[in-house]
């Protein structure tokens, strides 16, 4: 288990991997819900702490370099472990090694016992906020914060000793005790549960219903989740499945408990069918699986979908398996594999368990003859056999010769008689995929019972983008000159996978910024029209932090003016932010004592006086007072007004000095005089 590690609630360092007989130090840990793309993970940790700007980027009162908005998440958790007297919290998406397997195997099989040792659990709440702006209350948001439907998240509500929720300002908004009345309405945990009581006085059942609504990434993890709740530990497989996985926990779960126990209707959770693949979706429906519901319309039917790889083979067998579900529930679905032999053995011997053959585990018996052989004279309900992937003709093909061949002619049986199979159930239907003609014709009637299946129609393309993208996409009208300028969002992604690829991605955030800092205006009165307009395109600007020092000085200088204009719009939380953003940037660059990095300091003092914050206000005050005293042979008034920067072409140019109202008495007063 590694830790961060923080002293004074801004910095953090990733400590040395505790080994199992370590004793840990007491930490904080974070519960929340990811943020794709958006996480900061444990290579960003290392590359943060062996970059030459690891000060400034490790600061946790600035945005890093990146832009990932997970950086905030890192800032809260630093200070409030501070706060409450503690020096070091983990984070799930950055303490963890996940390129290691071995580590990851390990991390997630003692998740459960890492949150009942902490000293506190922060809960982030990203989607709830108790700001006076927000359009609904926090209690409301509450209630549907998207953290109660995670899926890991429910062992991190149950197992830490003390729950803290906070909003994603940073605001507590009670404690797991305090609450407990409100989260027992949302999840349906019993109060019992809620407050504390172990976990193995609810019945396996019980807890299982508690998962039921829960989503996970990864089907997998929907099991995987739950293996603290049930203090057992599995091998994680990340290619079987929800449903083997649910077997194999299921399996665990009985293994260490007495057979009076209450277990739970398995069919209820799924394992009646073995569909591998969670249904997608943004699938988007295509004329041939209106040829598949017609000619299955009548059981006893096998059908051959051919196409080359890639065309979406696989995925109308997916769909229909569904659709098939969603009609007729008690239809039993059995996914065969069958790239290899391998795969297709595993496969039959996963049905064999699943029907609850007998001899299914002996090593020498025939399992996929004995489950033929139960297609054809034992099933009673309807079933689907979906073999999919049969590209290669000898997977299906057995060693056996067919009779009537010959030396001449060495005919070989399949090992799916599909026609007896289907002569003999009257409730049962085949549906195979593959690339190969030949395997389809081996399978399936050549003249009725084989579909082509080809690259989508424009219609069906078209269809697929919008989904992906989530979005309408607008028509190809021509937009009148000089009434609108926008970048379609294919562009954006386009130019930004561009900038990727060629590495200048930062050269260009970079420059966004110097170019801002050159345009934004600085907020006097008859400027503010200006900053209005382009205050949002500043502020997604500040999102990121550039390299090289003229850069980080065009960013601080531009924080510097942002936050002025923040506040004069009443806005001092941002306008605090901004500011304090500027003078860390500029005491790292230019030292404590220079007078940009005095005259931060000054509007700092001046927005901790408009928040009320008057002991912190004087304190800084008097600090930038001190410093500017201090600078030699200029006076104060002097010092500040001939401070000097480089443009962005390496010229010097004069800083203007700005004017501040008072807080107090809203008259205008030179800053630092």
Sequence with gaps: MRLLETTDGRTYTLTHDFIKKERYPPYAILSHTWDTDQEVT?????????????????????????????????????????????????VDTCCINKQSPEELNRAINSMFRWYKHASRCYVYLSDVSTSRWSNVSWQHAFTKSRWFTRGWTLQELLAPTVVEFFSREGTCLGTRLELRQTIHDITDIPLEALSGAPLSKFG????????????????????????????????????????????????????????????????KYGLTSNIPFRRDNDFVSRKTLAVIHDRFSEF?????????????????????????????????????????????????????????????????????????????????????????????????????????????????????PFASILSSSHTGSILVTTRNREVASLVADPGKDIIELGPMDDDEAFALLRKKFNSTVKSDDAIPDGTAFEMHRLVQHATRDWLDRHGEHLYWKGLIVVLMDKHFPVGYHENLMGCAKLYPHAK???????????????????????????ADRGDTDKAYGYILDSYDVREILWGADAPLTLDSLNSLALVLHRSGRYVEAKERYQRALQGSDG??????????????????????????????????????ATRGA
């Design 42 to 90: 444990f290579d960003d940790i290392v590359e943060d702490q062996s970059n030459k700007y690891r000060k400034l980027r490790t600061s946790l009162r600035l945005p890093q370099r990146s832009v990932k908005r997970g950086y905030k998440k890192l800032q809260f958790c630093a200070q409030q472990a501070k706060r409450d007297g503690l020096r070091y919290f983990w």
């Design 204 to 267: 396996v059942d019980e807890r299982l219903s508690w998962a039921v609504e829960r989503q996970t990434s990864r089907e997998e993890d929907e099991v995987y989740a739950l293996l603290g709740i049930f203090d057992v530990k599995l091998p994680f497989i990340y290619t079987e499945g929800y449903d083997q996985a649910l077997r194999r926990l299921l399996d665990a779960i009985e293994s260490g408990h007495t057979a009076s126990m209450h277990w739970p209707d398995r069919e």
């Design 540 to 566: 997604a600007a500040l999102d990121n932090t550039p390299q090289g020092e003229d850069a980080l000085e065009a960013w601080a200088s531009l924080c510097f003016k942002v936050a002025w204009y923040a």
């Design 300 to 416: 006893a039917a096998c059908i051959s979908i051919v196409g080359l790889g890639g065309v979406g083979k696989s995925q109308i067998a997916i769909e229909y398996t569904h659709q098939v579900l969603d009609k007729e529930p008690n239809t039993r679905v059995f996914w065969v594999h069958a790239e290899t032999e391998a795969r297709f053995a595993h496969s039959y011997r996963e049905i064999a368990e699943m029907i609850k053959m007998r001899d299914w585990d002996n090593p020498t018996a025939n399992v996929v003859q004995l489950v033929n052989a139960w297609l054809c004279n034992d099933a009673t309900e309807p079933w689907l056999l979906i073999v999919d992937s049969a590209d290669d003709a000898n997977v299906l093909l057995d060693d056996v010769p067919a009779s009537g061949s010959s030396a001449q002619s060495p005919g070989r049986r399949t090992k799916l």
């Design 631 to 668: 600078l030699r042979g200029l006076t104060r008034v002097q010092s500040f007004a001939n401070t000097k920067r480089k443009d962005p072409a390496g010229h010097y140019v004069q800083v203007p000095m700005p004017m501040v109202r008072s807080a107090r008495t809203g008259a205008s």
